[in-house]
């Protein structure tokens, strides 16, 4: 079994519908987690970073933590064409900057105009 | 925010050949990382290339294969050898800007290899 599962995809749906992409893990110890964003060619830039439980916003964009379910999800309102792009999730353990990330698949998602 | 560059962006190579990667960042940074992504994979660290020492290699990738320099606090290569097919993939790098950055990577475009 993989540390983290990510549904690869591709998830598409209309512009302006609400998104949800999902990454669940299997070690309790994992108190970090990002969301990294990927369009096509580039490389992988930070989206969102949350600490231990909760959610945080930021624009359209929400992250959410359970850590009771090991569960962790990126929420995208009002999805537009310009958020189609792999997202990729990732998590640590810990504080320690010598930790190496954990990576989830990545979800390649498309937002049809 | 730092800018990092990266090229080859792509290369199509012969097996048995060798490609080097080069990585350059326009600020000092520590710790640099090589990965691999293949598709509907997750990104697999190749390994981490400090400055003055030699790189360290993850699980599953040797020195003798993937070759890595570390000159300097601003520039990386990785040297892919002897390459067959299978080691057609996209090598990304990256680094984390510092202190309380904890997580957070900058990646460079990335190098799409194709081996025939």
């Known amino acids: 079994q993989k540390e983290v599962e990510q549904d690869p995809g591709p998830l598409s749906v209309p512009e302006g519908a609400i998104v949800s992409l999902n990454c669940t893990y299997s070690?309790?110890?994992?108190?970090?987690f990002m969301w990294y964003r990927q369009y096509s060619r580039k490389g992988p830039e930070l989206l969102m970073y949350?600490?231990s439980s909760g959610n945080k916003e930021d624009g359209r964009f929400t992250a959410q933590v359970d850590k009771s379910s090991k569960y962790i999800s990126l929420f995208i309102r009002d999805s537009q064409p310009s958020d189609s792009a792999t997202y990729l999730c990732a998590m640590i353990p810990g504080a320690d900057s010598n930790y190496q990330l954990i990576w989830g698949a990545g979800t390649k998602l498309i937002i049809k105009p | 925010s730092a800018v990092i560059s990266q090229k080859p962006s792509r290369d199509i190579c012969q097996r048995g050949t060798s490609l080097t990667i080069q990585c350059q960042v326009d600020s000092q940074v520590t710790m640099m990382f090589w990965y691999r992504q293949q598709p509907g994979q997750s990104l697999t660290l190749i390994a981490t290339?400090?400055?003055?020492?030699?790189?360290?290699?993850e699980s599953g990738f040797v020195i003798d294969k993937f070759p890595i320099s570390r000159p300097n606090l601003t520039f990386s290569t990785l040297t892919v050898s002897n390459m067959s097919p299978e080691d057609s993939s996209i090598y990304l790098c990256?680094?984390?800007?510092?202190?309380?950055?904890?997580?957070?990577?900058?990646f460079g475009e990335g190098s799409r290899l194709t081996v025939l």
């Open positions: 070690n309790s110890a994992f108190q970090y």
């Open positions: 290339a400090n400055q003055g020492s030699e790189a360290t290699y």
């Open positions: 949350t600490y």
């Open positions: 990256s680094f984390r800007p510092g202190q309380g950055s904890t997580g957070e990577l900058f």
